[in-house]
């Protein structure tokens, strides 16, 4: 079963940042954060992942509270191809299962 | 360019008839997984593979099949046994030890007449 809480939707204005929070109250010390996307009908893509530290690349942002139990995704500078579902996904890197578990992730508009 | 081949992109099938769909890595990625997707839904995991001539049941198992012959290579077959096939199948797969980013096909969009 996927371990995190979404929101179903969200909106956000052309431009403006776009946060994505994601509940993870059962985190374990050695699970991950990671957030894909995935734009209708094409496959998921990844954008970032975190321990404990917030992290940045070029697509995104991520802020992990310190307690670990929640983070959110940020989106600097949102625009229409950002349109997509957002999956927040926890799990051990190396987990001997090697199971990635999606629940249904938020639906975020980009409105113009 | 390295990347991950699923094909067909669409297929249509009469009920009854068994279906295999390709999925083909040239990323050297050892761990492949087959995924279904509903409309509006996550996605599900059928089955996966972490080596060559191995693999694991995921949560939906039933009524598919899969093979690892080659690293290459993960090919899903739905078989007739499979009460609902009608979905996008995923495929995705990951590099050995690292820290755990899955990379995915296009999908492939099965509809059962």
């Known amino acids: 079963d996927a371990k995190t809480t979404q929101p179903p939707s969200m909106d956000c204005a052309e431009g403006r940042a776009a946060n994505l929070p994601c509940n993870h109250s059962?985190?374990?010390?050695?699970?991950?954060v990671y957030w894909y996307r995935q734009i209708h009908s094409q496959g998921p893509q990844y954008i970032i992942h975190?321990?404990?530290n917030n992290e940045t690349n070029e697509m995104a942002s991520l802020i992990i509270t310190e307690d670990r139990k929640s983070s959110t995704l940020i989106l600097p500078h949102a625009t229409l191809r950002d349109t997509a579902v957002y999956y927040c996904i926890v799990r051990p890197p190396w987990d001997t299962g090697n199971q990635f578990y999606f629940g249904t992730g938020t639906s975020l508009t980009v409105i113009p | 360019d390295g990347g991950i081949t699923q094909s067909p992109k669409y297929l249509f099938r009469k009920e009854g008839q068994n279906v295999t769909l390709s999925c083909e890595q040239n990323?050297?990625?050892?761990?492949m997984y087959w995924y279904r997707q509903d409309p509006g839904q996550g996605l599900r995991l059928i089955y996966y593979?972490?080596?060559?001539?191995?693999?694991q049941k995921g949560d939906i198992a039933e009524g598919y099949s899969v093979s690892r012959e080659k690293k290459e290579s993960f090919p899903l077959t739905v078989t007739s046994a499979q009460k609902n096939p009608t979905a996008f199948y995923l495929c995705a797969s990951t590099p050995p030890r690292n820290t755990g980013e899955l990379f995915f096909g296009e999908g492939s969009r099965l509809t059962v007449l």
């Open positions: 593979s972490q080596i060559v001539n191995d693999f």
């Open positions: 975190g321990l404990k």
């Open positions: 059962t985190i374990s010390g050695n699970e991950y």
């Open positions: 990323l050297n990625h050892d761990a």
